[in-house]
């Protein structure tokens, strides 16, 4: 963008027409955010009527093996970016909390912008360094941290400022997704596919924070505190990954109707948040249970605009590298116009509320009992269940047996959470119960 | 949001800590957003840390009747907002051209911002009021012109500015959408269903710009200003509505593996721009032929972040009044911190670029004939689409007539439209075709 009132434009910080970056990780992302620069550097430029330069790269040994010749570019002590005066913005890509969190937070009382995709460094340490922005007048970046590249962040912050947000049913991690999806469709034990996963590159060789949940549960607590204008932290979310899930209780689901999915989960009933992460039982008919694969989405409700969804890549290179160059040149357009910021979620007194507890929480259940082959089991199970004001919504049961013990799968209506664990408690001690029953949670309405 | 550094604040201007506005219209839509500001107040106030007021409010007689007790609010002459120094914003929500361009216009030069839900005006006139905004450091708002309450502009213009968008598929008009879905899901004849649309108010009482393809056109020629950062008009837009789409062309779509949708469709290949409207035979599974009744749908792909949808309401009072207030508040933040707009699309040096033309269109067509039941029909038609390069793809002629002829459904392989168009003409001039041969064009790939 050609800026034609240049008189106007505070040039004391020295910044003047250029902006510098200082790049921290250079592995897929980092890599591919130098890439994008370098295709789009002309118009990037043009945009923000300035010159563009990554004037400087720190990485810790990680470093994308299809990008050479990238000059002189790197420096071997991360202080030689954050006390270089002429780099305006530093664009954090090395991921984990340390040592991002200190590079981070010595680049903000430098003066310096700060764009990021640390959905962890985010979750656990966000409010701490939003205030500090706010402290220090510096601008933070952070869509790509949440669903890759989609625009879901600024979507919620921006889009629906003047809305109300009442719920969100989101799959926000790929390589769960990857796994349950190819489980559904094509059959196959988790650990079978996870292992393909791993092979294929669609998996981490840990992929614990993956598959247990923490990753979304990270990508969760940074949404809800957007979308609530709330105070939210690690622990508030219920967080239950998919390993329990078995490829018995994906063909049951399918039977009832179902598909099983690891949502994150936002609710808003105006008194108590809910803020959840766990494997889900959707129906087949919705349009979220046919998001396979790596992809992303966000299924939301906000009171004035209605159902609204977006769906893309969650994960990827240069996916991620896509939204940390639109933060980028958002950044880029307030320093060269030296903006203030004036961000919500910067605000030191976000709404303090209330976080439904686990107990508390209101749904149907999906319940696989594995039960000895023996008359009247059923009708020991239904007593405990009514006796506790837990009412069944269907039941099925088949003959044929599974590791010794016959599947008995019950849905409930909607059930308090606190009763619901209370009763199996009761039935699993039964002496013709043989395993732990399996409980999943169902969502009839996800859009 | 509480804003600590309230002594940086420019209140030179009159703004101090109070937004009045200016609202033109006061139908459904500024009827919603009346309300949502009456619901939202405190929490809008809060975000943006002023007083926020609806000083006045003129319409031409359309009053929502929803909305009583609006006190004295009402003025008689739309210049008693234009010449109010105290309103720093108006909201126009007439809907076309005359006489909200003057009003707008006029608005700009006095100094207030805009926000607006024009997709007539800013499809015909948009680039003359950006330049108008430029001039005069007027900030301007449209989300709501497009798609409703789902923030496709901002997605596009922030969280894709970074990126280079190849392709948009979208489903822009409410009304069409719901009588193709109705025709498909339902069965049933055009003229029936609208009527019974028009009815229960989902069409209007003259729905020609809806079922015409006028409507679509006025948004993606919006949309693809931003999407391009291009200078576009609507006569580039190659426009054809659904008035010709039979009950039979959904049966054999169907039978084809494909549903018709009306779809506003971009592509750039980067020596060159597609922008077209149409009726378009898209794949059954696809997610996109399952976006129906009253929702929009915007399916696009970019060349880092890869494929991202975006679904829900592109009409309604609450929707498009959510669009607006999100607008609201972003604009009320850069009055409240004295910020000049640095929009790209306000650029007036927008690129211009090459719009590829009718007859340069390469697409798969889906072609009825009626034809006579006579033998060696299909020969002459096969001839003569052989002899002109146009490879078939699949073939489908029952034995039943339909109004005396018997119907001949090809498909073809990617084929140039010029080429199509002429043997389509000699075709027409067999005496073994008894009417106009249905032309339809097949997008296999919308994501």
Known sequence: MELKNMENKDISKGVGNKINIGLFGFGTVGGSFYRILDIRKKEIEAMLSADVTIKKIFTRGNRNPSIDNIGNLMVNNADDILNDKSINVIVELMGGIDPAKEYIEKAIKNGKSVITANKALLAEHGEGIFKLCKKHNAHIGFEAAVGGGIPILRSIKNGLAGDSITSVFSIINGTSNYILSKMTNEGGKFDDILKKAQEKGYAEADPSFDINGIDSAHKLVILGRLAFAASISLKDVIIEGIKEVSDIDICFARDLGYKIKLLGILKNDDSKIEIRVHPTLIPSASLLSNVDGVFNA??????????????????????????????????????????????????????????????DIISRYYLRFSAMDRPGVLAKISKILGDNSISISSMIQQGRKIDGSVPIVITTHEANEEELLKSIELCDKLDIILAKTMILRIEDNVN
Not at 329 to 345: A, L, M, P, V, W
């Open 298 to 359: 966000f299924f939301l409700n906000a009171k004035f605009a209605g159902p609204i969804s977006l769906t893309g890549y969650g994960a990827g290179g240069m996916a991620t590298a896509s939204a940390v160059m639109g933060d980028f040149i958002e950044i880029g357009g307030k320093i060269i116009n030296s903006e203030k910021h004036h961000d919500i979620f910067l605000n030191e007194s976000s709404n303090k509320v209330q976080i439904k507890r686990k107990k």
